[in-house]
Nanobody, 127 residues
Framework: QVQLVESGGGLVQAGDSLRLSCAAS????????MGWFRQAPGKEREFVSA????????YYADSVKGRFTISRDNAKNTVYLQMNSLKPEDTAVYYC????????????????????WGQGTQVTVSA
């Protein structure tokens, strides 16, 4: 198993940047593909970004492509989400997720593909 703890959320203005971190503990971090999802009030949880465990292949939602960057530091057991040019519509609770083993592109956007979740961190972007 793996435990995930997000940090780095906060209240920012439109156009600002934030970097979210997700620290993993437990089984070997290298064995997990990692993802970021978000959930706004009254909406379903939606895919933001994901990264494979070995090749480092990345995937992004169209709404964040070009603004957000996912990365991982396997030595620190941490995955990051760098968020630039934030917009009010990016306001949500952001969740880190982990999937043991291979992550196919077709599975990367589905919450059911991930077996482990963090508790979430709030990101609020004011206009």
């Amino acid at each position: 198993q793996v435990q995930l703890v997000e940090s780095g959320g906060g209240l920012v203005q439109a156009g600002d940047s934030l970097r979210l971190s997700c620290a993993a503990s437990g089984r070997s971090f290298n064995d997990y593909a990692m993802g970021w999802f978000r959930q706004a009030p009254g909406k379903e949880r939606e895919f933001v970004s994901a990264m494979s465990r070995v090749s480092g292949r990345t995937y992004y939602a169209d709404s964040v492509k070009g603004r957000f960057t996912i990365s991982r530091d396997n030595a620190k057991n941490t995955v990051y989400l760098q968020m630039n040019s934030l917009k009010p519509e990016d306001t949500a609770v952001y969740y880190c997720a982990a999937r043991y083993g291979y992550l196919a592109a077709s599975d990367s956007r589905d919450t059911k593909s991930y077996g482990y979740w963090g508790q979430g961190t709030q990101v609020t972007v004011s206009a």
